[in-house]
């Protein structure tokens, strides 16, 4: 019997409803990669050094993690004999197990201009607790009992031009302090602020977003609120009016920031803003603890903060999103990527995980900046972490909403594996885009101001007027805010082909002061037509 040839009104129906509530956004592109299974520990803190490894720990009251300590060791008065801390070797794929001493659980950290990672703060035994690492085959975890002035769980941290860096609020510590100290008796000056943005029962401005302003002042948002803040003085220069819907983005409300890419004209950037992505609204840590799993929150609110007079506009992402990422791509978008579609940040208190990222492009018109990108398939929620790597992939690892380590039985099991994401940039069809960098050699030491001449080569056809350099800070990142981020995009960018060759060069001056680029370690790339080249590392000096 032959099948009917007509479709049934009501089936016509269905399909024209579906189509009006498809995502805005289709899928874009952007691939998954299984690096790991296991590095043994869940990767809730991470940082890049520039030596192309990556420093990652967890909590050392987990519970024994599934990587042990070398040749036997175990932590000093404990009967642990694993490691919480491990180094993970991007070009051989392989991890080296490394030995904390004290609790490290929800920390905060700076690279420092020598390379070293100083990371501050922690829990119970590791309040106050200062512990730096510099990489070697052999190096390890040196701490520092007492390195602080107060107790920091839940702090942010930001390298001032100064060398310096300020560490900046935590629980209960409505505060901030420098390391390292310029001396002993060195005051822990109070900010008022951090307990203004306190709310009853929540807190919801825990891991405020810290960012360096290209004056030297520091812009701090806590809860729904920012303002523009001279540490020297302990002033604040500016207050910036609340975000238009009140709702909170910071800790336990987890959303993300990112101070966009700095545009450099001449001596200065003129335009500098800020965007800030996802939560969870009003009520939803109270309502988490009672079972009640809100809906995140699906707004990002974007602020030009160097204007005279700046207002907050609002914006609508494709998918609702909190404890999510947000991460500055080398060709200046934004990558949000990681956390859940209701709920909160804390044990248990999370639920639908987000798998696919979305990017976001800051350049294009309103209306057209977000783009769903292709899914994972591991759930990443709490405690789960991301990076921008050299080559531009953005690895991700991390995720562990229990205090301690569930494998089975649980919603969402405790995540030891490690996978990077690969926008589309790195798709075969880009290679012929694709720049490469011969000069200047990486780890090259640049000054500030000085003309920079890039050679680089392109094996398909160059668009010229369609090449620039950008700088990318390497973030320390937790519990969905990445401290120290910043993308420059250099002055100059005019780029030309070198005669008789098939190389090109691009002449770029280096940032002009340490307030808009402190001196320490970037990624530097050369962008054609929105594809990155591999990045080498510069030393800002």
């Not at 969870?280 to 005279?308: E, H, Q």
């Not at 569930?406 to 069809?429: A, I, Q, R």
């Amino acid at each position: 019997m032959a099948l009917p040839t007509y479709v049934p009104y009501h089936h016509l129906l269905f399909l024209f409803i579906l189509f009006l509530h498809a995502q805005p956004c289709p899928a874009a592109g952007g691939s998954w990669s299984v690096l790991l299974p296991s590095i043994g520990i869940s990767a809730m803190h991470m940082q890049l050094l520039p030596n192309d490894r990556v420093v990652m720990y967890d909590r050392t009251d987990f519970g024994t993690s599934n990587i042990s300590l070398p040749e036997g060791k175990c932590r000093p008065n404990s009967v642990d004999c694993s490691a919480h801390s491990v180094e993970y070797d991007v070009a051989s794929n392989s991890v080296r197990p490394l030995m904390v001493l004290t609790n490290v659980w929800c920390s905060s950290g700076t690279l420092m201009r020598d390379g070293s990672l100083v990371q501050t703060g922690g829990f119970d035994d590791g309040y106050r607790v200062v512990r730096t690492y510099k990489s070697c085959d052999t190096c390890d975890w040196q701490e520092k009992p007492n390195g602080l002035s107060k107790s920091r769980w839940y702090a942010s941290n930001h390298l001032l031009p100064d060398g310096r860096q300020i560490i900046i609020g935590g629980r209960k510590a409505f505060n901030y302090e420098f390391y390292p100290k310029m001396s002993a008796t060195e005051s822990t000056p109070s900010l008022p602020f951090l307990v203004e943005t306190n709310d009853p029962q929540a807190e919801n401005n825990l891991y405020p977003f810290v960012f360096l302003y290209p004056d030297g002042n520091v812009f701090i948002f806590a809860n729904n609120r920012a303002i523009l803040f001279d540490y020297s003085k302990n002033l604040v220069v500016k207050t910036y009016p609340a975000m238009p819907d009140g709702q909170p983005r910071n800790y336990p409300s987890t959303g993300s920031a990112v101070l966009l890419p700095l545009k450099i004209k001449g001596e200065t950037v003129t335009e500098v803003e800020v965007l800030v992505c996802g939560g969870a609204p009003k009520g939803a840590f109270v309502n988490a603890n009672k079972g009640i799993f809100d809906g995140a929150l699906n707004t990002c609110g974007r602020i030009k903060i160097s204007d005279p007079n700046p207002q907050w506009s609002m914006e609508t992402m494709p998918l609702a999103r909190v404890m999510g990422d947000m991460l500055l791509l080398p060709n200046g978008h934004v990558l949000i990527i990681n956390g859940a579609s209701a709920g909160v940040a804390g044990w248990e208190l999370g639920r639908n995980p987000v798998l696919s990222p979305v990017a976001y492009r800051p350049d294009n018109q309103v209306g057209s900046r977000f783009e769903v990108q292709n899914p994972s398939t591991i759930p990443r929620v709490y405690h789960s972490t991301t990076v921008l790597l050299r080559d531009g992939r953005v690895l991700v690892g991390g995720s562990n909403p229990h205090d301690k380590y569930e494998f089975s039985n649980v919603l969402y099991p405790t995540e030891l594996s490690l996978e990077t994401f690969s926008p589309s940039y790195l798709d075969s069809n880009s290679s012929g885009l694709r720049p490469r960098i011969i000069l200047p050699v990486t780890n090259s030491r640049i000054q500030y101001g000085k003309q920079l001449v890039i050679v680089f080569t392109v094996s398909g056809i160059v668009d010229l007027s369609s090449v620039s350099v950008t700088m990318v800070a390497p973030s320390f990142n937790t519990h969905s805010f990445s401290m120290n981020q910043r993308l420059l995009v250099l002055d100059g960018g005019v780029a030309s082909k070198i005669l008789g060759q098939t190389r090109y060069q691009v002449v770029v001056r280096a940032p002009p002061s340490g307030n808009i680029a402190p001196s320490g370690n970037y990624l530097l790339f050369v962008v054609h037509k929105e594809i990155p080249s591999p990045g080498i590392w510069v030393q800002m000096q």
